[in-house]
């Protein structure tokens, strides 16, 4: 039977802790002498973060992961997309369109749905696809992007509907106030995320928006950061709250789920667009359902700190020159890698601090 959705799946349900993550945190807490250090790291080990499937091959791993979940929210991200990441280079992925990426795609969310299926009593919370619609927004003057602009758009409505079938409730990544907030960006952006909606079929699965995805934004900023002159938007809470009703009135009540997991510290960039290893970031607010606002589900921690956003090396095939940049923290491993320094600053930058 196609089960119901019912509401914020936060509601009532505790979130599985990934021991994916934890086990990471434990390495980390190994590697310091300082004991008060370590006793912060330990703390970190305790909080839940999402698991992201970027590889097709990871999908092995999902059936383990529901087992060890139970009844409690097991938060993935959908991350394989064909062509990933293509206005930048630091986590271009495994699939291309060219090279029978669609149908690779197709078999990777089929992939995952099985298992959500096979696994009676789960409840799965998918962020959808980050950087991957918002880059649809703004950088169709990079042919890496405009070349596959439909595919990008088929491929997410396929992963929308098929995920649906198996009850999985869904954020679709929605970029941050530094990248769709902006005035010249936020009404194309509420245009494009409800046509993908009715596309997917309009299902109460597809339950809204993910903000600040891997990015270092402050839900409620107490003044505004210098480099957010000239966006009203300078902060998620704004952000959301400008663009839910532009969806509400296009045709699609959205909810949203917002990452916290490295916005503690404020003030720490150049330049807003500036994403790759941000020196200074903390840990930021502890995921809650208590979010002080009525649009926003849950704030959660997505993008797992201390997994690199890309290497510094200059010779990598992946090397994006925002990881070498004024504000990058380096020497960095390749994205997704342990990057230890970075995890201990965000552990010694945290606030709320540990
Ligand atoms: O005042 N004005 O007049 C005016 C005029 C024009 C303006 O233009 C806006 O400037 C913004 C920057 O301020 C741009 O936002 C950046 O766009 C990048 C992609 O192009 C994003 O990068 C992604 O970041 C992800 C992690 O978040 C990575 O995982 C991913 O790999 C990586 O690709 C940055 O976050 C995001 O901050 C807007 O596009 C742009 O439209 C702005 C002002
Ligand atoms: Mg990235």
Avoid at 206 to 227: E, K, W
Avoid at 266 to 285: D, E, M, P, T, V
Avoid at 286 to 293: F, K, L, Y
Wanted: hydrophobic fraction near 40%; charge should be negative; charged fraction near 15%.
């Amino acid at each position: 039977p196609v089960p119901t959705a019912s509401g914020n799946p936060y509601s009532g349900k505790s979130v599985w802790n990934s021991e994916y993550y934890a086990s990471e945190v434990y390495a980390a807490a190994a590697m310091v002498t300082d004991t008060a250090l370590k006793a912060k790291i330990s703390k970190v080990a305790s909080i839940p973060t999402f698991t992201w499937f970027d590889t097709m091959a990871k999908v092995a791993d999902l059936p383990g992961y529901l087992r060890a979940a139970g009844s409690s929210i097991l938060q993935i991200v959908v991350y394989d997309l064909p062509n990933r990441d293509c206005h930048a280079n630091a986590s271009n992925g495994e699939l291309l369109y060219a090279n029978n990426g669609a149908a690779l795609y197709q078999q990777y969310i089929d992939g995952i749905t099985a298992a959500i299926k096979a696994s009676s009593g789960s409840t799965v919370v998918a962020v959808i696809e980050p950087d991957s619609l918002a880059n649809l927004v703004t950088n169709l003057s990079d042919s890496r992007c405009s070349s596959v602009q439909d595919q990008y758009k088929a491929s997410v409505v396929y992963a929308l509907k098929t995920l649906a079938t198996a009850g999985v409730y869904m954020y679709i990544d929605a970029g941050h106030a530094g990248w769709l907030g902006w005035p010249a960006n936020i009404s194309p952006a509420a245009t494009m995320f409800t046509q993908i909606f009715k596309s997917a079929g309009s299902s109460p699965f597809i339950r809204g928006l993910a903000t600040n995805v891997a990015n270092y934004n402050a839900l409620t900023a107490a003044s505004p950061d210098p480099v957010t002159q000239g966006n009203n938007n300078y902060d998620e809470t704004h952000y959301i709250n400008a663009l839910g009703p532009m969806l509400a009135s296009s045709g699609w009540n959205a909810q949203f789920i917002v990452d916290q997991g490295r916005s503690g510290k404020q003030n720490i960039r150049s330049a807003w667009g500036n994403w790759c290893n941000i020196k200074n970031a903390g840990f930021g607010l502890r995921p809650t359902t208590s979010t002080g606002n009525s649009y926003i589900d849950a704030i959660v921690w997505i993008k797992p700190g201390g997994e690199c956003d890309g290497t510094s090396n200059t010779s990598a095939v992946r090397y994006d020159s925002m990881c070498g940049g004024p504000d990058a923290k380096v020497p960095a491993p390749e994205a997704g890698q342990w990057f230890q320094a970075y995890f201990v600053d965000l552990v010694t930058n945290a606030n709320p601090a540990f």
